[in-house]
């Protein structure tokens, strides 16, 4: 970690907590229905742990529309700001590169927590999603940063992981939510089928 002076995060389920937004999802989506939100959310953990987008998967499953996701439940985890107040202070520099819907900085700045960022890169405004490594190599060129001097931390291997080790940097797993299920040996399996196919 020597060279390192950028630190990327994901935020859902890295910074913030999600897990009140999920349940209320899995509540609800169940309602009206013969289906228990315990076989739900069995199902969601089941589809997560093979890497997959375990709400959405278990929607098609069992052929149910997922509700709104609820925004006004995310909350940061109790520890995000002195995690990032402690690295901040030791010198390196922050930054966010993650899948979001419009408005990310001004959420960050309603959890008190965009001063700690340089650089805030987020798809809805970005136009383009993680895991297309371009999002990575946009937010490495306004950092003026060099791939293994930044580390990218995050929940998802799909998102986070594979693909910004994949542009060159390191990487942090954060085995929180949905995405800390993910199985690394039927990872790498999908990626190896996915190179055979390319």
């Not at 309602?31 to 089941?46: L, P, Q, R, Y």
């Not at 093979?50 to 109790?78: S, V």
């Not at 993910?182 to 055979?196: D, G, I, P, S, W």
Request: proline share 4%; hydrophobic share 35%.
């Amino acid at each position: 970690m020597e060279n390192v002076k950028w630190l990327f995060f994901d935020i859902g389920s890295t910074l913030i907590d999600e897990s009140e937004c999920y349940w209320l999802r899995y509540r609800e989506a169940v309602v009206g229905t013969t289906i228990s939100s315990a076989d739900f959310e069995n199902k969601i953990i089941e589809f997560s742990k093979q890497n997959r987008k375990g709400d959405h998967e278990a929607a098609k499953y069992y052929g149910i529309e997922l509700p709104p996701w609820r925004k006004e439940a995310e909350k940061p985890y109790t520890d995000t700001k002195y995690v990032l107040n402690q690295l901040s202070g030791k010198g390196y520099r922050l930054g966010v590169i993650a899948n979001q819907s419009p408005g990310t900085k001004e959420r960050l700045s309603n959890w008190g927590l965009l001063k700690y960022f340089d650089i805030v890169l987020a798809s809805a405004e970005e136009g383009i999603s993680k895991p297309n490594p371009e999002i990575f190599h946009r937010a490495l060129i306004a950092a003026n940063c060099l791939p293994d001097s930044a580390v990218m931390i995050g929940d998802r291997l799909d998102n986070d992981i594979v693909p910004a080790k994949s542009v060159g940097m390191k990487t942090v797993w954060v085995k929180q939510g949905l995405g800390g299920l993910a199985n690394v040996v039927h990872m790498a399996r999908r990626q190896k089928r996915h190179e055979k196919n390319d």
